[in-house]
């Protein structure tokens, strides 16, 4: 019998369907639940209303990200509200027999740095977390759902959760990107194109030249923002890069296993001329370095294009959301966003704060230095990641630059630990959301970036082309 | 405990302008540092009013005329940005009973319907007649229909739209999964069977 090609995402929602719902909706199993310590408390506490137990453990993976002190992580934490988190998931996690990477373990870091970290995202698996950059998994092959916490009570007591199927929309970025330009920007110029809410109800399946040269860092940074997109999760098709990076990893399967694995996981993978429900290509080379400029993460611009003019569109919504966005900003329409003025640069977040966002960086940051006035932090998504930084020197170019080095967390990409803020800062940032006040002050403005970009900013003091910065040469 | 059918739900309206309102102005951030969702009301678009009181003008949810509203009228992609669910929390605990707007984030949708929140949709001329409505009478009563599938005001009555599961899940009672999925236990366990990464790991 021959069945009709399918999507990664047709194959794996049928791996893992339940039953269906009598409102209609699927039962749908959740191989991997990764919980952190924002999310979960009162998932657990509705867990023992209700008298229930934690129906997979051995499934269930926790760390402590949002509101972990990145100078020093050292306990307790100063905030007492911070320090009543930590210990009710550490207590919790004890209580329900589910492996915990405590701040003493070495592995402690942004859940979605630890997951990939550990080897515990896999292809073709479905992984649920109450966070929406839950999304980042998808680099993997898996269907990686963002949940709230409601649904991190279901996950915990049956492994699995009520939901609906997603359509699935390709978008293919095709050709080469051009030098100085990066998944960040790649990810920025599909929102900026898309919409905010371009994705609702659609799985983002990703593909195309650009994405089968992807390493598994820079497929992870444009599938963490699918849901800035309004997609609920974005996926890359498993192949030999996935392969490679899982390998050898703590919970990667090994020996004969690990050519079983290799084998199921090939076989989740979009086959040829299977069914889309939208297909959008994109050419690398037309995508320039992105840097946004409003209050969320669609109102975005070539770092060489003029801050949007209310008065040159006739849509009265765009119009509206322009002058909300500026009078918030505080930016002139019109004006070229290149030599804007910043205050603070922030160098982290789920987004981009791995080895090679690091890496990239310290290559150009050498023999530079943070331009006065300017608040530089650099903090790593995960305590590997930090060892590495350390071991490699990479740590000491950004020290030697004028970059606060910190220990890993979320930190300043949604301010729930002491990194913050100050009234109206402006910052340049490498994370992935710039609502109003979201970096810990309700007047603080955020402009997202890819990390070079952040660091040319920080050596200049303003918004600045990383190309022209650094001598690399625009083609 | 059976859940409440939310069949109907009627109460005075206000309007929270916008479209995109992120569940970062819902409730920031600070407000999540608790292990709790006690006191979250509170914090209910607290920069926003905050801002807006500052700028010398009355925020929506702090103008004495729509104290005690019951339904959150705003704009499209409502409730984007983090899953949270102490955002649909907020609304709640501030006292909204449901909210219309244009459209959705899908995360907060299904967060505040699982909660029993009811989130309809309406299209915007429609929801600009139920605001011009409120804006003329602040203590009209709005009845939210989800049976019938209308909004009814004044003399007026306008069409409401939502997902099929989630209406159905509301109006039957069923919005809290929990219980429906504990009774699949049987099939949860023939299809994790199937799947070799959730055996349980050999000591």
Known sequence: MRTSPRNLFDKVWDAHAVRQLANGQTQLLIGTHLIHEVTSPQAFSMLRDLGLSVAMPHRTFATVDHIVPTDRQ????????????????????????????????????????????????????????????T????????IALGIGTSQVRDVLATQTMALG?????????????????????????????LGVNGGTGFAYEYGGAVFDRFSMEERMTVCNMSI????????????????????????????????????????????????????????????????????????????????????RTAAPDEKAAIEEALAYMKLTAGAPIKGTKIDVAFLGS???????????????????????????????????????CAELGIDRVFREAGFDWREAGCSMCLAMNPDKLVGDQLCASSSNRNFKGRQGSPTGRTLLMSPLMVAAAAVTGSVADAREVFGIAKN | MPLAK????????????????????????????????????????????????????????????????????????FGCGSSREHAPQAIQKFGFK?????????????????????????????????????????????????????????????KLTMRDSARDALVHGRWDSIGELLEGREAVIATASQLPYLAVPQK
């Open chain 1, 228 to 311: 800035e997109g309004g997609a609920r999760v974005g996926y890359v098709n498993p192949d030999e890069t996935t392969f490679a990076y899982l390998k050898g990893r703590p919970y990667s399967p090994a020996g004969a296993a690990w050519d079983e694995a290799v084998a199921r996981w090939r076989g989740f993978a979009s086959e040829a001329g299977c069914h889309y429900d939208d297909v959008v290509t994109i050419q690398g080379a037309e995508i320039p370095p992105t840097v946004t400029w409003g209050i969320n993460p669609g109102q975005g611009i070539s770092i060489t294009e003029a801050i949007p003019d209310p008065t």
């Open chain 2, 98 to 158: 449901a909210v219309v707007a244009e459209s959705y984030a899908e995360i907060f949708f299904g967060n505040a319907t699982t909660i029993g929140l009811p989130c309809v949709s309406a299209a915007r001329a429609d929801i600009a007649r139920i605001e011009a409505a409120i804006a003329a009478h602040p203590e009209m009563e709005i009845t939210v229909d989800l049976a019938a599938q209308v909004i009814r005001f004044a003399v007026q009555t306008v």
């Open chain 2, 6 to 77: 939310l069949t109907s739900i009627t109460g005075r309206g206000v309007t929270v302008p916008g479209n995109d309102i992120d569940t970062d102005r819902i409730i920031p951030a600070r407000f999540l540092k608790s292990i709790t969702f006690d006191g979250l009301g509170e914090g209910l678009f607290f920069d926003a009013r905050k801002a807006t009181a500052a700028a010398g003008q009355v925020h929506p949810l702090d103008d004495a005329r729509f104290r005690g509203a019951r339904i959150l009228l705003s704009g499209a992609n």
């Open chain 1, 135 to 142: 999304s980042t998994h998808g680099a993997f092959g898996a």
């Open chain 1, 350 to 388: 789920c987004t981009n704060a791995r080895l090679s966002d690091f890496k990239e960086v310290a290559k150009y940051l050498k023999g530079r230095h943070v331009s006065p006035g300017v608040k530089a932090i650099a903090v790593p998504g995960s305590q590997i990641v930090g060892k590495l």
């Open chain 1, 165 to 193: 199927r997603l359509k699935v929309r390709r978008i293919n970025v095709e050709g080469r990107l051009g030098p100085g330009v990066y998944a960040k920007d790649v990810i920025l110029h599909i929102i900026r194109t």
């Open chain 1, 74 to 133: 050292t306990e307790p934490f100063s905030d007492p509200l911070a320090d009543a988190m930590i210990k009710a998931l550490r207590k919790n996690c004890a209580e329900h027999g589910i492996t915990y990477f405590d701040l003493a373990s070495g592995r402690q870091g942004i859940v979605h740095m630890v997951g990939p970290e550990q080897g515990i995202t896999q292809p073709g698996t479905t992984i649920a977390c109450g966070d929406s950059h």
